[in-house]
C-alpha cells in the first residue's frame, strides 16, 4: 500500500499560471479533501469528495477546481495561480481515520 | 462544527506523561472528538478518537469529561518524537461529508 501520495513535491509558479496538484490513494476510500498550510497557521479545507462524481467546497475554495472521475484520484486545478497561493498543499483520504499525503509545497512569484 | 479552545504551547520532560487539553463547549451530542498531530512539515497523522468513552490506543489515551465539553489527550511516556503540534477536533459524522476543520493546535515540545 503506498497510502496517499501526492506529485510533484515542490513546485514554483509565476502569477497567472495554471497547473494540476496530483492527489492518489490505493486505500478504496470514498472520502478524499485537500488542505492548505500557510506558515504558522493550521490546515483550512479547500475542497472535498465523498465518492466519484460528487465534490463540494470548503473553508476556502475560491481560486481551485477539483474534479472526482475516480476513487482513486482527487486533482486539485489552479486557474490561474496568485501569490496569495503560496502554500503547503495536502491531500486526505479516509473517513474516519484521514491519512494524509506528504504535501506540495507550492511558491508562487 | 463545534470550535476547540487548546494552548498554544506546552513543554513536557521526556519519560513523563503529556497530558493536553482541549476545550469544546459547544460540542453537540452527535459530535465526536479527534485527535491529530503533525510533525514539522509532514502531513498530520490521525491519533485517537472517541464519542463519550474514555478511549486507549497504542499511542495515547483520551480521556473525555462526562458533560463532553472538555477532553484531555494524554501521551503516558513522551519521547523526543513527540515533539509536534497536536489538534483537537470534533466533527459529526454524516453522510453528507466528513469535513474535519483543523485550529492551529498546541505545539507541544519534549524536552531532554
Known amino acids: 500500500n503506498a497510502g496517499v501520495t501526492q506529485t510533484p513535491k515542490f513546485q514554483v509558479l509565476k502569477t497567472g499560471q495554471s497547473m494540476t496538484l496530483q492527489c492518489a490513494q490505493d486505500m478504496n476510500h470514498e472520502y478524499m479533501s485537500w488542505y492548505r498550510q500557510d506558515p504558522g497557521m493550521g490546515l483550512r479545507l479547500i475542497h472535498y469528495?465523498?465518492?466519484?462524481?460528487?465534490?463540494d467546497q470548503g473553508e476556502v475554495p475560491n481560486g481551485y477546481n477539483v474534479s472526482r472521475s475516480t476513487t482513486e484520484d482527487f486533482p486539485l486545478r489552479l486557474l490561474s495561480a496568485a501569490p496569495s497561493q503560496t502554500s503547503v498543499y495536502f491531500c486526505a483520504s479516509g473517513t474516519y481515520e484521514q491519512y494524509f499525503g506528504p504535501g506540495t509545497r507550492l511558491t508562487v512569484t | 462544527d463545534a470550535k476547540t479552545t487548546q494552548p498554544t504551547s506546552m513543554d513536557c520532560a521526556e519519560g513523563r506523561a503529556a497530558n493536553l487539553p482541549c476545550n469544546h463547549s459547544t460540542i453537540s451530542g452527535n459530535e465526536y472528538v479527534y485527535w491529530y498531530r503533525q510533525i514539522h512539515s509532514q502531513g498530520p497523522q490521525y491519533i485517537i478518537h472517541g464519542l463519550k468513552n474514555n478511549e486507549t490506543n497504542e499511542m495515547a489515551s483520551l480521556i473525555i469529561t462526562e458533560d463532553r465539553k472538555s477532553s484531555t489527550l494524554i501521551l503516558p511516556h513522551a519521547t523526543l518524537r513527540d515533539t509536534a503540534v497536536y489538534y483537537c477536533?470534533?466533527?459529526?459524522?454524516?453522510?453528507?461529508?466528513?469535513?474535519?476543520?483543523f485550529g492551529t493546535g498546541t505545539s507541544l515540545t519534549v524536552i531532554p
Open positions: 469528495s465523498v465518492g466519484a462524481g460528487i465534490t
Open positions: 477536533i470534533v466533527r459529526a459524522d454524516s453522510n453528507t461529508g466528513n469535513q474535519f476543520y
